[in-house]
């Protein structure tokens, strides 16, 4: 099915474990997005990506890696999981024509680090 | 840092009802506005977007945007109860990238 999607849904890990969130969209969209969503702070921005191999820091991007080599995907990397980094991960792109701002979301990885 | 603040709830309304959802924002640059609903255990989708003062209908949906006052509000008239979902707003300081209020949850009482 066209649009975007994330894996895995579900995800308990370890503290100090490495995890990987994939992102993949067939849209061909040129912008793609990592937020993460907690309680009582809303969506923010982890990092972002304009292009292929085009990526810069959103408003908390410590601790997490990023990566674009094709425009369809978008990992999003823990190099070694924290408590803190508990939270539901939504993958987003927009098509950087038109509409700035109108995002299409993935439906969410939620991640658990205990 | 850019802020959008809205007041977390829960907003009851009775079924036929008008809800109002309110939203603040920090930076006076933003250009572009947005409200997004976020379904219990979905991802947000987008309802709503205005850029210039004043109202913008769609539907039983209504934005509103003061810039002067940096608010942006979003009406739903006759509400129902599959309209209760949490209401995002957001605020677009530059680019593509989208600055998000933490949402204000809308019950919607038959």
Redesign the interface.
């Known amino acids: 099915d066209a649009g975007i999607t994330q894996s895995p849904r579900y995800k308990i890990t370890e503290t100090g474990r490495q995890v990987t969130l994939m992102c993949h969209q067939t849209w061909s969209h040129s912008y793609m997005f990592w937020y993460r969503q907690d309680l009582g702070h809303g969506l923010r921005l982890i990092y972002y990506s304009a292009a292929a191999d085009i990526t810069d820091k959103g408003e908390v991007p410590d601790g997490y890696v990023v990566s674009r080599s094709k425009t369809e995907n978008f990992p999003l990397t823990l190099e070694s999981a924290t408590r803190s980094q508990t939270s539901v991960y939504f993958c987003a792109s927009s098509p950087g024509q038109g509409l700035p701002g109108e995002l299409f979301f993935g439906e969410g990885s939620r991640l658990t680090v205990l | 840092q850019k802020e959008?603040e809205?007041n977390?709830g829960p907003l009851s309304v009775p079924e036929g009802a008008i809800a109002s959802l309110n939203c603040t924002y920090s930076d006076r640059g933003s250009q572009?506005f947005?409200w997004?609903r976020q379904y219990s255990g979905?991802?947000?989708?987008?309802i709503m977007?205005i850029y210039s003062n004043g109202d913008k209908e769609d539907g039983r949906f209504t934005a509103q945007l003061n810039k002067a006052s940096q608010y942006v509000s979003l009406l739903i008239r006759d509400s129902q109860p599959s309209d209760s979902a949490t209401y995002?707003c957001?605020v677009?300081p530059d680019?593509?990238?989208?600055?998000?209020?933490?949402?204000t949850i809308l019950r919607v009482k038959s």
């Open positions: 959008v809205q977390s572009s947005f997004y979905k991802s947000p989708e987008l977007f995002l957001a677009n680019g593509n990238k989208l600055v998000f209020g933490a949402g």
